[in-house]
């Protein structure tokens, strides 16, 4: 086994235990340690730097073409062709690194950062490509919903053909920015539609797509899935941005209410407000009791992580005008202190006694 020097350590951290344990015996426990090689470079790590220094390379020779007048000319005639031109060459572009993305991601599937940068470049073009070809038709009636709807088609499309979860993820969010949009254009941009506001519509719609993720997964364990095979590769990723709408909507939904405008939510009180921070740690109580029950990291995941998100923010806003700051904050550290004890904990188990 060839391991970084920290992960090394937790492995052999672990041997000695099940050796304490009488697991595993003493020979047994040595031919183990001698399978391990301690890679002294995390090559990994090495390329994502690598590729980082690569983006903000390519970032700092943009700017320096922009400084230069006789290519800022040139570049200037470009951008002022038609739009409908700049939509071909962005799909163009798109069609380039997707190509060569899924291609390498094929053939070469262990150059993993180099494979995700020309699909994210192609994700990008896309993008460009909608946002031009917007332009080019000239949707004056203010319904640009339509293009995020169109993204979010091409992405999904190209996605399920590629089974890229990467790509998947950026149909997602075109698809919720879709429905945000959509019901906006169709409320008037009012404040409210079917009654709901902002948040309140997306606490819906993470609501749906995280119950499509677990139809998926159940799918997946289905031998007569069918047609839905290719759709289960994507349970997950489908799962996991239910869970980032449904939870990022009730956090705000717990702040600010069901309300449509400032004036409104600043004449309600804390009790008018409190039953949404119930049910948003009710719902994610519900999540934790999921993820340990079915061992299930990412529920359990998100219902810790945003059950303190909302015990902390009902602190804030329950107590940061009625108590001394100094007090505030003297609570404050002691929780994190206390959560930073119990993570060392954890942590501390893989080390070596």
């Given at each position: 086994?060839h391991?970084t020097?920290?992960?090394a350590?937790?492995v052999?951290?672990?041997?000695?235990?099940w050796e304490k344990?009488n697991?595993?015996?003493?020979?047994?426990?040595?031919?183990l340690r001698?399978?391990i090689?301690?890679?002294?470079v995390d090559?990994?790590k090495?390329?994502?730097?690598a590729?980082?220094l690569a983006?903000?390379s390519?970032?700092?020779?943009?700017?320096a073409v922009l400084?230069?007048?006789?290519?800022?000319e040139f570049?200037?005639?470009?951008?002022r062709?038609p739009?409908i031109?700049k939509?071909?060459?962005f799909a163009f572009l798109?069609?380039v690194?997707?190509?060569s993305?899924?291609?390498?991601i094929k053939?070469?599937p262990?150059?993993i950062?180099?494979?995700e940068s020309?699909?994210?470049?192609?994700?990008?073009?896309?993008?460009?490509?909608?946002g031009?070809?917007?332009?080019a038709?000239?949707?004056e009636?203010?319904?640009?919903?339509i293009?995020?709807?169109?993204a979010?088609?091409?992405?999904g499309?190209i996605?399920?053909?590629?089974?890229s979860?990467?790509v998947w993820?950026f149909?997602?969010?075109s698809l919720?920015?879709?429905?945000?949009?959509?019901?906006?254009?169709?409320?008037g941009?009012g404040?409210?539609?079917?009654?709901?506001?902002?948040?309140?519509?997306?606490?819906?719609?993470?609501?749906?797509?995280?119950?499509?993720?677990?139809i998926l997964?159940?799918?997946?364990?289905?031998?007569?899935?069918?047609?839905?095979?290719?759709?289960t590769?994507?349970?997950l990723?489908?799962?996991?941005?239910g869970y980032i709408?449904?939870f990022?909507?009730l956090?705000?939904?717990s702040?600010?209410?069901?309300y449509?405008?400032l004036?409104s939510?600043?004449s309600?009180?804390?009790?008018?407000?409190f039953?949404w921070?119930l049910?948003?740690?009710?719902i994610?109580?519900?999540?934790?009791?999921?993820?340990?029950?079915y061992d299930?990291?990412?529920s359990r995941?998100f219902?810790?992580s945003?059950?303190?998100?909302?015990l902390?923010?009902r602190?804030?806003e329950f107590?940061?005008g009625?108590i001394h700051k100094?007090a505030?904050?003297?609570v404050?550290g002691?929780s994190f202190?206390f959560?930073?004890?119990y993570?060392?904990k954890?942590?501390?188990?893989?080390?070596?006694?």
């Amino acid at each position: 086994m060839h391991l970084t020097r920290k992960k090394a350590k937790i492995v052999r951290g672990a041997i000695s235990e099940w050796e304490k344990e009488n697991a595993i015996s003493l020979e047994e426990g040595q031919k183990l340690r001698d399978t391990i090689s301690v890679v002294p470079v995390d090559w990994k790590k090495a390329a994502g730097y690598a590729f980082f220094l690569a983006v903000a390379s390519i970032v700092i020779s943009v700017s320096a073409v922009l400084s230069d007048r006789f290519l800022m000319e040139f570049l200037a005639r470009i951008f002022r062709a038609p739009a409908i031109i700049k939509t071909l060459f962005f799909a163009f572009l798109a069609f380039v690194f997707l190509f060569s993305g899924f291609r390498r991601i094929k053939n070469k599937p262990e150059k993993i950062f180099t494979n995700e940068s020309l699909v994210f470049l192609g994700v990008i073009s896309i993008a460009a490509s909608v946002g031009f070809l917007g332009i080019a038709i000239g949707n004056e009636s203010g319904h640009f919903s339509i293009l995020l709807l169109l993204a979010a088609v091409l992405y999904g499309v190209i996605g399920l053909a590629s089974s890229s979860k990467q790509v998947w993820v950026f149909a997602l969010i075109s698809l919720g920015a879709w429905f945000g949009a959509e019901t906006g254009y169709i409320s008037g941009w009012g404040a409210y539609y079917f009654g709901m506001n902002f948040p309140l519509r997306f606490v819906l719609f993470g609501f749906i797509l995280t119950s499509a993720g677990f139809i998926l997964e159940y799918q997946a364990n289905d031998p007569s899935r069918g047609i839905m095979d290719r759709l289960t590769v994507f349970a997950l990723p489908t799962r996991v941005m239910g869970y980032i709408y449904l939870f990022m909507a009730l956090w705000i939904l717990s702040i600010f209410g069901n309300y449509g405008d400032l004036h409104s939510w600043r004449s309600a009180s804390h009790a008018e407000l409190f039953h949404w921070s119930l049910i948003f740690g009710l719902i994610a109580l519900v999540c934790i009791f999921h993820g340990l029950k079915y061992d299930d990291a990412i529920s359990r995941g998100f219902g810790i992580s945003f059950l303190v998100i909302n015990l902390y923010t009902r602190f804030f806003e329950f107590f940061w005008g009625s108590i001394h700051k100094a007090a505030f904050f003297a609570v404050l550290g002691i929780s994190f202190w206390f959560i930073g004890r119990y993570a060392e904990k954890i942590w501390s188990m893989g080390k070596d006694q």
